[in-house]
């Protein structure tokens, strides 16, 4: 991205007799920095992620993508219904869900998820009690035994 601007800045003042090339670099920066992925704040700063960072230390990408592992992982354990009642007990359970990083959850089995993220399978035990902790701690009593079993399977 960053070359191809560049190019074609480069093209644009090939007409012009000087040009300074340090000004020319300042004003592409910005441009190649604004493409790159900037994590949602309101997602690091959610006290699960920042849970997980602090805990674990890994990424907040990684907290991310391994907690949305971890809740579609649990989906597909749980009745819909019951997980349509989770997301209203805990909306962030859907929030986190639905920011997987792309192509993540698609990848089949939890460890080839936590792989592509960077991380060994021995990662989801780790990570497995701070999600349903948190989960746990938003939802109702009956709500609590349906996901320790979903969290079990």
């Known amino acids: 991205m960053?070359?191809?601007?560049?190019?074609t800045l480069l093209l644009l003042v090939s007409n012009a007799n000087a040009f300074d090339f340090g000004s020319l670099m300042q004003t592409v920066a910005p441009?190649?920095?604004s493409a790159a992925p900037i994590a949602d704040s309101a997602l690091t700063s959610n006290p699960l992620i920042k849970n997980i960072t602090s805990t674990l230390g890994v990424t907040p990408t990684q907290a991310i993508?391994?907690?949305a592992a971890l809740l579609n992982d649990a989906k597909g354990n749980m009745?819909?219904?019951?997980f349509t009642a989770l997301t209203k007990q805990v909306p962030q359970a859907a929030t986190l869900l639905n920011a997987a990083p792309a192509g993540l959850l698609g990848l089949g089995s939890l460890g080839s998820q936590f792989s592509f993220l960077g991380m060994d399978a021995s990662m989801i035990d780790k990570f497995s009690p701070l999600v349903l902790e948190y989960l746990q701690s938003g939802a109702t009593p009956g709500m609590d035994k349906i996901l320790s079993a979903a969290f079990a399977q």
């Open 79 to 82: 009745q819909p219904t019951d």
């Open 2 to 7: 960053r070359s191809l601007t560049l190019a």
């Open 31 to 33: 441009v190649a920095q």
């Open 65 to 67: 993508g391994g907690t």
